[in-house]
């Protein structure tokens, strides 16, 4: 986690110091389970800036949540640990493409609204269990009525021919423009 946060400007903030950062489970906004594993991390609305690395997360890390803040560079969404389920990074600066069907099978809520992503994204083969994803105000471009949604009006619902995820919707924000 410590190689982590020294991709911020000031990790000091989150560790108590660079050169010898207090224990990790002790870290303002960490929080661990009872052996000691990081299992969430929450640095929002604190004006953090720098560049992620996610591979250098914990592989324990379950939620992420670093919205609200001035990070920058690009992600890539494959190197998300396997048991993350949470993943809030909306409402920065960061570019590049997103490949979303390498999200990991836990993931339950994606919020990568409000930055500057751009290119072509699938819907085909995101993870079963998820519940939300926040794509809105970045510059992507979808076919939504391929894999796992239908667009109907404003709103998207999933594809009654899964039957297994019937009653679970998928909300998705991607800002779609109403075709006239």
Known sequence: MKRFIFGLEKPEHICGSRDSPDEVCEWKDVICN????????????????GTLGLGLLPWSVKTLDMSINSLSGTIQLASIPEKMENFYLYRN?????LNLNSLPVAMQKVSLGEN?????ISL?????GLELLYLAYNQLNANPTKGHLSV???TSTPV?????????????????????
Request: no cysteine.
């Open 34 to 49: 009872t052996t000691g594993e990081i299992e969430n991390f929450t640095w929002s609305g604190k004006k953090a800036a």
């Open 93 to 97: 600066q960061l570019t590049g493409s």
């Open 116 to 120: 500057n992503f751009s290119g072509e």
């Open 124 to 128: 085909e083969q995101l993870p079963e």
């Open 152 to 154: 109907v009006g404003w």
């Open 160 to 180: 009654l021919g899964e039957a297994k995820n019937l009653f679970k919707p998928l909300v998705v924000f991607l800002s779609w423009r109403r075709p006239y």
